[in-house]
């Protein structure tokens, strides 16, 4: 009995791993549902970027590390600061009068976010039924109008296919394609406004980087038209002053880092984002209209607890390890990516001699998925391969996905030529959701994923050869298919304030890496069409077909340069 029982203590106080290190702490299902309690907690207000409730998840964070014994590595105690654009706003200077009618901003109008901040003045703006032309002007919104030094009026959508069977409307019914299309015609200001037939919300699609127009883009709500006794079908208005100002609020956020020195300066990277949704916003999934809370306990609070947990049982270490570890708790992910976008480039650790990251995001449901835990990112290096298909040492059902890729933070890392794995138990119904809470986590899974991550960090500690990095095929590209007939192959870079569409990554075999477009380049121009932001971007796409050849220009180290891209 009494040997028994020592085997037991052993065993509670002592994780063996077939390689290498052990440690003197037990990573454990109630230490991983305590670090979730505290992230998870109503009390932070869901962890939003840039908010009192994700600085106070970061203190926690830090307080952790700190108590581990990790060292704060060239940052102002573990905390490293970033700058970032945290809303477009509308000051109370945004006014709108329409026939003699003073409308209420936000429950009558609001401008769009790409409109130029001004003063205006209009008699008898133009309309233009849905503002569309096509290349070859077979459907033609414009025909016989004259709009030029006028504003127009533009219904949102497309007409029906139906009667117009050989127009692709797909192509020009966006907001930037038609805002595009009346500049073209020499039109000064843009009043949308919703058909009968549609519903009326204008989705924000979330912060980022947008470079205004030299007009002012309104949209003109329902309710706003029917007060004014308008015709939706037809609407006349006789005149339409006002004035649109948008500010860009700026705010600073925070990674939270601890180093774990091995007398070695290559370094591992373990990784979780810490931010989530705060009270919902342009992301959120939930249907109700009541502002909640969205707490995000297996988005993210649940790859942080394995963090923590990960940061402890190294701390406690038998011995150290032959590689140093960083652990990086990651802010704005949710946002864009903005805290591992920044961390990629300022590094505290040489960035030349980042040995892989690993990337643990959701990863609080793994009783609940039928296939297991999804490892993505096998294929960026060939020793993963080989690890997972015949030495891994853990009883866990793997899904293998080869590609280093995904909306996460990993895909920083991968488009830098780092090996990165990314863990994942899958999505469910509680996803971006109020209801993502700490008593539906599954803390043993969590435990049983943080004793992989072990498993695998020990096994590449005592693996004494460079890892090679290999690039994989971009599992996402027939989702963005769907949406677009063609891709450019590259990686936006979503946070970087420039003019254009900055390239953070370009993928081999793809159009942009066949026409020699590199990494950093900023491209300005796809045919005919001005590339200022990526809603440019993205509507250049919506233009062009498989087979399609175009003159793309970038500016490259400050010099345009030309390039034939093939779709």
């Known amino acids: 009995m009494l040997k028994t029982a020592y085997t037991i203590l052993f065993l509670l106080i002592s994780?063996?791993?077939?390689?290498?290190?052990?440690?003197?702490?037990?990573?454990?299902?109630?230490?991983?549902?305590?670090?979730?309690?505290?992230?998870?907690?109503?009390?932070?207000?869901?962890?939003?970027?840039?908010?009192?409730?994700?600085?106070?998840?970061?203190?926690?964070?830090?307080?952790?590390?700190?108590?581990?014994?990790?060292?704060?590595?060239?940052?102002?105690?573990?905390?490293?600061?970033?700058?970032?654009?945290?809303?477009?706003?509308?000051?109370?200077?945004?006014?709108?009068?329409?026939?003699?009618?003073?409308?209420?901003?936000?429950?009558?109008?609001?401008?769009?976010?790409?409109?130029?901040?001004?003063?205006?003045?209009?008699?008898?703006?133009?309309?233009?039924?849905?503002?569309?032309?096509?290349?070859?002007?077979?459907?033609?919104?414009?025909?016989?109008?004259?709009?030029?030094?006028?504003?127009?009026?533009?219904?949102?959508?497309?007409?029906?296919?139906?009667?117009?069977?050989?127009?692709?409307?797909?192509?020009?019914?966006?907001?930037?394609?038609?805002?595009?299309?009346?500049?073209?015609?020499?039109?000064?200001?843009?009043?949308f406004y919703t058909p009968p037939d549609h519903d009326d919300t204008l989705i924000d699609r979330g912060v980022t980087n947008i470079y205004p127009k030299d007009i002012p883009i309104l949209f003109l709500k329902r309710t706003a038209l029917e007060k004014l006794n308008i015709?939706?079908?037809?609407?006349?208005?006789?005149?339409?002053?006002?004035?649109?100002?948008?500010?860009?609020?700026?705010?600073?956020?925070?990674?939270?880092?601890?180093?774990?020195?091995?007398?070695?300066?290559?370094t591992v990277i373990i990784g979780a984002h810490y931010d989530h949704l705060g009270y919902g916003g342009p992301t959120s999934l939930y249907a109700g209209s009541d502002k909640q809370i969205h707490n995000g306990a297996d988005d993210n609070a649940s790859g942080v607890a394995a963090l923590l947990e990960l940061a402890r049982f190294y701390?406690?270490?038998?011995?150290?390890?032959?590689?140093?570890?960083?652990?990086?708790?990651?802010?704005?992910?949710?946002?864009?990516?903005?805290g591992a976008n920044n961390f990629a480039k300022n590094m505290n650790i040489d960035s030349t001699k980042v040995r892989m990251m690993i990337n643990m995001d959701m990863i609080g449901r793994l009783k609940d998925q039928e296939n297991g835990l999804a490892v993505l990112g096998v294929g960026t290096c060939e020793d993963f391969k080989v690890y997972f298909d015949?030495?891994?040492?853990?009883?866990?059902?793997?899904?293998?996905?080869?590609?280093?890729?995904?909306?996460?933070?990993?895909?920083?890392?991968?488009?830098?030529?780092?090996?990165?794995?990314?863990?994942?138990?899958?999505?469910?119904?509680?996803?971006?959701k109020p209801t993502d809470d700490a008593e539906k986590i599954d803390n043993e899974g969590i435990v049983k994923v943080a004793n992989l991550v072990v498993d695998f960090v020990n096994y590449f500690d005592e693996f004494n050869k460079p890892l090679?990095?290999?690039?994989?095929?971009?599992?996402?590209?027939?989702?963005?298919?769907?949406?677009?007939?063609?891709?450019?192959?590259?990686?936006?870079?979503?946070?970087?304030?420039?003019?254009?569409?900055?390239?953070?990554?370009?993928?081999?075999?793809?159009?942009?890496?066949?026409?020699?477009?590199?990494?950093?380049?900023?491209?300005i121009k796809m045919g005919d069409i001005e590339i200022n932001d990526i809603y440019d971007y993205m509507n250049a796409l919506s233009k062009f077909r498989k087979g399609d050849t175009t003159t793309t220009i970038i500016v490259r180290d400050g010099e345009e340069m030309e390039f034939t891209v093939i779709f």
């Open 15 to 191: 994780v063996s791993i077939s390689y290498g290190i052990t440690s003197n702490y037990s990573i454990s299902a109630d230490s991983v549902f305590k670090h979730i309690s505290v992230l998870a907690d109503d009390s932070l207000e869901g962890r939003q970027v840039g908010e009192p409730g994700e600085l106070k998840a970061a203190e926690y964070i830090r307080d952790q590390f700190q108590k581990a014994g990790l060292e704060s590595k060239n940052l102002d105690n573990y905390f490293q600061y970033y700058d970032f654009i945290k809303l477009i706003d509308f000051s109370s200077q945004n006014s709108l009068i329409v026939n003699g009618t003073e409308l209420k901003l936000y429950d009558e109008f609001h401008p769009l976010k790409q409109s130029a901040s001004t003063v205006f003045d209009f008699s008898d703006p133009v309309f233009v039924d849905y503002g569309i032309k096509t290349e070859d002007s077979s459907y033609n919104d414009y025909e016989n109008l004259d709009v030029s030094g006028k504003a127009v009026i533009i219904k949102r959508y497309a007409p029906s296919s139906d009667s117009n069977p050989h127009v692709d409307f797909d192509k020009y019914s966006g907001l930037v394609d038609k805002i595009n299309t009346a500049i073209e015609h020499d039109a000064k200001a843009v009043i």
């Open 231 to 266: 015709d939706l079908e037809n609407p006349k208005i006789n005149s339409l002053s006002g004035q649109t100002d948008l500010v860009t609020v700026r705010d600073t956020a925070q990674n939270v880092l601890g180093y774990l020195d091995a007398g070695n300066d290559t």
């Open 315 to 338: 701390a406690n270490a038998a011995e150290k390890p032959h590689y140093s570890l960083l652990f990086f708790a990651i802010s704005g992910e949710e946002a864009g990516l903005l």
């Open 390 to 432: 015949s030495v891994i040492n853990t009883d866990l059902k793997i899904a293998q996905k080869e590609s280093g890729t995904g909306p996460s933070d990993h895909t920083i890392f991968y488009n830098r030529k780092i090996p990165v794995l990314h863990l994942f138990t899958g999505a469910h119904h509680d996803y971006h």
């Open 468 to 523: 090679e990095f290999k690039k994989t095929k971009d599992e996402s590209e027939g989702k963005r298919s769907r949406k677009y007939s063609v891709s450019l192959g590259v990686m936006p870079d979503y946070v970087a304030e420039v003019k254009g569409l900055r390239i953070d990554g370009v993928m081999d075999d793809r159009p942009a890496a066949n026409a020699g477009i590199l990494e950093g380049d900023i491209v």
